[in-house]
């Protein structure tokens, strides 16, 4: 370094957008992120440079070639290496104060003290059974949940304490299964829950190639992503995170929303009334682009 580094001045452009006090408080913040590949790898970059000061990170995954089209941490220097100690140590490049306890495999089984020491936790997964424990993890200890949708569109979730699990809003068919009992149909079937979801509250339809996005739903194919997407999605996730650690109010609840750079519109959920209207044509919909896949 030409010069040595200090927090105040690392952070001294984050002031305006927060205050001094503001910033301090995102220091002291602890923030877990689960999955620091996609998504979850822009929320914990944003985070860092935001000025946040302590995370637990966990990823089970290595970088791949596949990777390198979104993941930020992804570079042909950290091809094969676990993902969470690769991110870790690009953090600590841009924060060399940072406090980063880094996990593998093993995060899970620590869910229940991460979610104690950690008020915020970041759902970068794509594990459906290992999501729903993160869930009835972070309602017992009175954490909250940011998470996005399996969706074309940036979109971005808030679950708080006292809010309904995905998998009692959505219909999951994993209420009352230990996680650990959830198989590949019921996996499947929770996949294609959010799908409808995602169909019924937004225009993600419109901007995706849907005969390969039934490729997706089928499980015939590897599910679609791109750099723009992933990376707004990230930056919605990391908005939510100091928002929380703030005490500030986003407007964000446990139905989210979608944001449409096509339009560009921001796109929330319909009524109930209006939803239940439009569900039985959205599943025709759904179950005609399967049979066609």
């Known amino acids: 370094m030409t010069e040595p580094f200090?927090?105040?001045t690392f952070t001294t452009r984050n002031i305006g957008f927060v205050s001094a006090q503001e910033q301090e408080k995102l220091r002291e913040a602890r923030i877990f992120v689960c999955g620091v590949g996609g998504m979850g790898g822009a929320a914990f970059m944003a985070l860092v440079r935001a000025g946040v000061g302590h995370f637990v990170i966990a990823d089970i995954d290595r970088f791949e070639t596949s990777n390198l089209n979104r993941q930020v941490f992804a570079t042909a220097a950290t091809l094969g290496l676990g993902k969470a100690q690769a991110a870790a140590e690009a953090a600590r490049q841009i924060n060399p104060l940072v406090e980063i306890e880094v996990l593998g495999a093993e995060w899970i089984d620590q869910l229940p003290a991460i979610a104690a020491r950690c008020a915020v936790l970041v759902n970068g997964m794509d594990d459906i059974a290992a999501g729903v424990q993160l869930y009835r993890e972070a309602k017992r200890?009175?954490?909250t949940v940011i998470d996005a949708y399996m969706s074309p569109l940036p979109s971005v979730i808030v679950?708080?304490?006292?809010?309904?699990?995905?998998e009692e809003r959505l219909g999951f068919p994993t209420l009352g299964k230990d996680w650990r009992a959830i198989d590949e149909a019921?996996?499947?079937?929770?996949?294609?829950c959010e799908v409808e979801h995602v169909m019924l509250h937004s225009r993600s339809r419109h901007h995706v190639d849907l005969a390969i996005a039934a490729e997706v739903a089928a499980g015939r194919r590897s599910r679609m992503s791109f750099a723009p997407m992933?990376?707004?999605t990230g930056m919605?996730?990391?908005?939510?995170?100091?928002?929380?650690?703030?005490g500030k109010t986003s407007g964000t609840d446990c139905r989210g929303w979608f944001f449409n750079p096509h339009k560009p519109a921001v796109e929330r959920p319909w009524p109930a009334p209006i939803a239940a209207l439009l569900r039985p044509l959205v599943r025709r919909a759904l179950r005609q682009m399967m049979a066609g896949s």
């Open 230 to 232: 992933v990376i707004t």
């Open 6 to 8: 200090a927090y105040a």
């Open 141 to 143: 200890a009175g954490a």
């Open 159 to 166: 679950v708080r304490p006292d809010d309904p699990r995905p």
């Open 236 to 246: 919605m996730m990391a908005y939510e995170a100091i928002a929380l650690v703030l």
């Open 186 to 192: 019921d996996k499947r079937a929770a996949m294609l």
